[in-house]
Structures are given as C-alpha cells and as structure tokens.
C-alpha cells in the first residue's frame, strides 16, 4: 500500500506560477512511475504529466508542454509539478498518482495509488 499526500495548490493570478508537491509513505517509492492528473468541475479527470521510475523519461499533456515540469526525489519520496504561466482554464483539483507497471502511462485506470488532490485555482 501506498498513502500519496499533494501540497503546494492555491489561489493565483494569471501567468503566475505554483509548484505542487506529493510525498509517499508506504512501499518504495522508486518502484513507481508517477503521474499528475487534474479535474476541473464537470469534466472528466484528464492526464497532466509522467516521470518514470529513474526519471529519465517524462510525458506531457499538450497542455502542460512548455509551460509544466515534472521531477521527482527518490530519497525524499516526492514527485513535483512545477506550473508556470498559468491560465484559468488550468483551474483543478490536482492529483498525484502512482503506477507499479513498466513504462509511463496516460491512463487513469494504470494508476494504482491515488493522492486526496489539491486546489488549484487561477483567476483571470
């Protein structure tokens, strides 16, 4: 088992930035790739980004391309997503989540372990 816990959301204007963070207790964490997904009001919850076991793979929502970075810490346990030049339509609740399959996935259902979210609101 795998307890995920995100931080660092928030209120903020337009083009600003926000690093969300989340810490995992439970297994290794380094046995996992992890993924950012984010889901606003009345839509589905939509992929943001991945980072496989050693980093050395990412992947990128069109959305987030150029403007979100995805890292991790293997001995802090922690994976980040670092949002910068936000608009208001990247207005969500942000989840981390963790994936024991090879490889990075887009898919919700691959992920086996899922954090509580975190608000993420940016006004225009």
């Known amino acids: 088992q795998v307890q995920l816990v995100e931080s660092g959301g928030g209120l903020v204007q337009a083009g600003g930035s926000l690093r969300l963070s989340c810490t995992a207790s439970g297994r290794p964490f380094s046995r996992y790739a992890m993924g950012w997904f984010r889901q606003a009001p009345g839509k589905e919850r939509e992929f943001v980004a991945a980072?496989?076991?050693?980093?050395?793979?990412?992947d990128y929502a069109d959305s987030a391309k150029g403007r979100f970075t995805i890292s991790r810490d293997n001995a802090k346990n922690t994976v980040y997503l670092q949002m910068n030049s936000l608009k208001p339509e990247d207005t969500a609740v942000y989840y981390c989540?963790?994936?024991?399959?090879?490889?990075?996935?887009?898919?919700?259902?691959?992920?086996?372990?899922w954090g509580q979210g975190t608000q993420v609101t940016v006004s225009s």
């Open positions: 980072i496989s076991r050693g980093s050395r793979d990412t």
């Open positions: 989540a963790g994936n024991s399959a090879v490889g990075l996935s887009r898919s919700p259902p691959r992920y086996d372990y």
